[in-house]
């Protein structure tokens, strides 16, 4: 029995595989579409959440500066990635401060913190890029590939038990690993995935490309001894500023003119 189990194991991991838009194999237990299903679960949960504490930005000038920017990234998304058009898009404004930090759940659902506007400083073309870089996990479906991780471990755990005929053993560790997924940090290779991305739909969007690297500036120099929470979801190695400026004349060529995409309709959460 346990020799079937692992046997079957390993087949479903072979089975279990897809391919990323940057052409990178990515292990898939979990389903873009159950992955989309979970984070709904999980963003309805945290808005009301917020809702009932007041947290949820309703300034008009902050909530328009939001939708146009997110909604020009969304429009050039939905284009490049046509299967997108029937996403919920969507971005709750969180009222934290001391919070610098971005989000974008599996099927578009965004977050944003106005500590990563108040405390950065950060211009249109700068905005851009944090959140082009968020879609851009979700475009490259790594949540799923997150709870897919997940899923894989729980499963080796779940193996004895399953063996000894503890059936309910393998559902329990599925939902805990779809549970704990959704708060995993990406791995290296997948924020390297998502700056390549991001970057290229910002462009597209008509945002200076540049900004991906004064970003990342203004990031490490919030840093210091108490790195914001975007840094720790969000490896940054040395190289990477200078990987993000050897693609800017890459870049330059998908948008010369840098006209402004149209702004596609985002709801802003309230």
Known sequence: MKKLLLATLALSLLA???TSPTG???LMLISPESAIVESKK???TTVN???Q???LVDDPKVMDRVATITGRLVY???QQYPNTSNWEWSVAIIDDPKTVNA???AGGRMAVYTGLLDKLKLTDDEFAQVMGHEIS???ANHTAERMSRAMATTLGVVAVGVASDHHGAAMLGAAAAAKVALELPNSRTAESEADAIGMRLATQAGYEPDAAVTLWQKMGKAGGSAPPEFLSTHPAPGNRQAALQAMIPEMRQLNPSGTMAPVAPVQIVR
Do not use: E
Request: net charge positive; charged share 15%.
């Open 76 to 78: 050039v998304a939905k």
């Open 42 to 44: 999980a963003y309805l």
């Open 53 to 55: 504490q007041n947290k």
């Open 103 to 105: 989000w974008c759940m």
């Open 137 to 139: 996990h979700a475009l």
């Open 24 to 26: 990178r194999s990515q």
């Open 49 to 51: 959440q917020l809702d």
């Open 16 to 18: 279990g595989c897809a």
